[in-house]
T-cell receptor
Framework: DTGVSQDPRHKITKRGQNVTFRCDPI?????LYWYRQTLGQGPEFLTY????????KSRLLSDRFSAERPKGSFSTLEIQRTEQGDSAMYLC?????????????FGQGTRLTVV | DQQVKQNSPSLSVQEGRISILNCDYT??????FLWYKKYPAEGPTFLIS?????DKNEDGRFTVFLNKSAKHLSLHIVPSQPGDSAVYFC???????????FGPGTSLSVIP
């Protein structure tokens, strides 16, 4: 297992188009997180799954954003009707079962540019 | 409302000297604290963590100190090396570890 994998690495899209990103977590990790990072800021929490259940969704996530994790494995994040303000790095992370010592491992991110 | 603060956007340190990165938090419910390092074009990489029941955790050249009463933690890197040049994020989570809240980061430059 080579870690958390995100696809694509880069995406340029026109305003108003829909985009979908994919995240493949580390095998057997039951928690999966989506974060968004803009220039000069730390990653901002978007949403979190435990297995296939979406347990929490940030108020940063408007109705245009939707995330799924069918079968508790890979996850997708879809942005509908993209806006220029959606331009950011979208990071996925996963962590395993266990207690407080389980830290999240991040993928390399998908950089979205909305033109 | 920023729950995790890193008030120094950048820090420059001479190779071989100590680097001290500071972090403050406002949420007293945070119980677990982490430091991540990020190189350009890569995702953050876990560096070191500390539970609120401890006040110090050491891993090689990296030591994290936690002062719960002051809601303050710091990361010490000794000795600093040019390869340590990166953005360092302080992060925190509650006891259930459902999500991690990140600070804005401090860009460390270690000068050879």
């Amino acid at each position: 297992d080579t870690g958390v994998s995100q696809d694509p690495r880069h995406k340029i899209t026109k305003r108003g188009q829909n985009v979908t990103f994919r995240c493949d977590p580390i095998s057997e990790h039951n928690r999966l997180y989506w974060y968004r990072q803009t220039l000069g800021q730390g990653p901002e929490f978007l949403t979190y799954f435990q297995n296939e259940a979406q347990l929490e969704k940030s108020r940063l996530l408007s109705d245009r954003f939707s995330a799924e994790r069918p079968k508790g494995s890979f996850s997708t994040l879809e942005i509908q009707r993209t806006e220029q303000g959606d331009s950011a790095m979208y990071l996925c992370a996963s962590s395993g079962p266990g207690g407080i010592d389980t830290e999240a491992f991040f993928g390399q991110g998908t950089r979205l540019t909305v033109v | 409302d920023q729950q995790v603060k890193q008030n120094s956007p950048s820090l420059s340190v001479q190779e071989g000297r100590i680097s001290i990165l500071n972090c403050d938090y406002t949420n007293s419910m945070f119980d677990y604290f982490l430091w991540y390092k990020k190189y350009p074009a890569e995702g953050p990489t876990f560096l070191i963590s500390i539970s609120s029941i401890k006040d110090k955790n050491e891993d090689g050249r990296f030591t994290v100190f936690l002062n719960k009463s002051a809601k303050h933690l710091s990361l010490h890197i000794v000795p600093s090396q040019p390869g340590d040049s990166a953005v360092y994020f302080c992060a925190a989570s509650g006891t259930s570890y459902d999500k991690v809240i990140f600070g804005p980061g401090t860009s460390l430059s270690v000068i050879p």
